[in-house]
């Protein structure tokens, strides 16, 4: 059996040992419990749980924008986000029969 050194935060660590008694194991077995599953997952798997976690992340973010108070508009979170008067910085406008870009400073 081989040794493995890492880094790891020292509360990080005094936590993950007081876990780890409190499921009746050790730090180590946990982590070989983890390189286990790390590499004997299979690639469908590993899709499978991005997809999930993917979908609870919209879901998040879709029930975010869904709490606009009553009568106002309700669009997505990409629209609240350009709702803003940033994108006047970019237009373009026209004076004296001239076109020049409008740019505000930050």
Known sequence: MSNLTIS???????RARVRAIQE???LSAKVREFL???VNEPGDALVRARQESTA?????ID???????????RGTLR???YET???ARDRVATQGGKTKAV???R
Request: aromatic share 6%; net charge positive.
């Open 56 to 60: 609870r992340l919209m879901a998040a």
């Open 79 to 81: 629209e609240s986000l």
């Open 85 to 87: 008067d940033f994108r």
């Open 36 to 38: 286990l599953s790390y």
């Open 103 to 105: 740019r505000r400073s």
């Open 24 to 26: 009746g194991t050790s």
């Open 8 to 14: 790891v935060d020292d509360q990080l660590i005094k």
């Open 63 to 73: 029930a975010t924008t869904s709490k606009a108070p009553r009568g106002s508009r």
